[in-house]
């Protein structure tokens, strides 16, 4: 069963660039890492992973796999 991954979004705190990104797959394209803000330059960009809650299907399984 495929698990959808979570937005993540990046945060320069040099300069206030931020960009949220939705992988595709569990398997991260380089397009969908932000190594270096595009902006300025600075590299120890913040992550943060979105929580987000669960869908209602999400929920459903959940109750039946318990
Ligand atoms: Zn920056």
């Known amino acids: ?6 937005p993540i979004t ?3 705190p040099k300069c206030q660039w931020s960009k ?3 992988p595709r797959s569990d ?3 380089p397009g ?3 190594d270096t803000c595009p902006r ?3 590299t120890d960009l913040e992550e943060t992973t979105q929580n987000r ?3 209602l299907l ?3 399984r959940a109750a039946f796999t318990q």
């Not at 069963?1 to 979570?6: G, N």
């Open 1 to 6: 069963m495929p698990i959808r991954p979570r």
């Open 10 to 12: 990046y945060h320069c």
């Open 20 to 22: 949220t990104i939705q």
């Open 27 to 29: 398997a991260l394209m």
């Open 32 to 34: 969908d890492r932000v």
């Open 40 to 42: 300025c330059g600075h």
């Open 53 to 55: 809650p669960a869908s």
């Open 58 to 60: 999400e929920k459903i």
